[in-house]
């Protein structure tokens, strides 16, 4: 069964997933329109059903719309047809910006990513940026962005 699928998912992957282009630049508009924007360092990784949960350490939360997040442990979870299709494309022990929308329910507790979530390997220069729009959505820029 699951090898099944899999071959449904490799062929399929490039109209399943959006094209990368343009999608590594960090912007106000991007920021904006997600739930949450978390650095997160990739500790583990287990399959439950058809997800991957991931354990992850929070190294810094840049946003956090519903659900506070707090730094440290946490999980993050993506469905792997989304994590066959590496769309995202996560990988063991390394750091990852982590923009998405969507709330986990009550069977997954953490952070949810998919193909339309942001994740890219951490830059330190996306600090000072990511703080800037931190403080712009509180003076409200959000919503006319």
Not at 14 to 26: A, Q, R, T
Not at 56 to 83: C, T
Request: proline content about 3%; hydrophobic content about 35%.
């Amino acid at each position: 069964r699951v090898s099944k699928l899999f071959v449904f998912v490799f062929a399929d992957c490039e109209s399943y997933c959006k094209p990368v282009k343009g999608n590594l630049k960090i912007n106000m508009k991007k920021y904006c329109k997600k739930d949450y924007a978390v650095q997160v360092n990739v500790l583990d990784m287990e399959t439950v059903g058809d997800w991957a949960k991931f354990s992850v350490s929070v190294v810094s939360v840049y946003k956090s719309r519903g659900e506070p997040l707090k730094r440290g442990d946490n999980i993050l979870w993506v469905h792997m047809k989304d994590l066959a299709c590496k769309c995202p494309k996560i990988q063991m022990s390394k750091r990852f910006l982590v923009m998405g929308g969507g709330v986990s329910g009550p069977e997954r507790v953490g952070l949810v990513a998919d193909k339309n979530s942001l994740v890219i390997q951490w830059r330190d220069v996306w600090t000072r940026r990511l703080r800037k729009f931190q403080r712009k959505e509180k003076k409200g820029k959000c919503s006319k962005a």
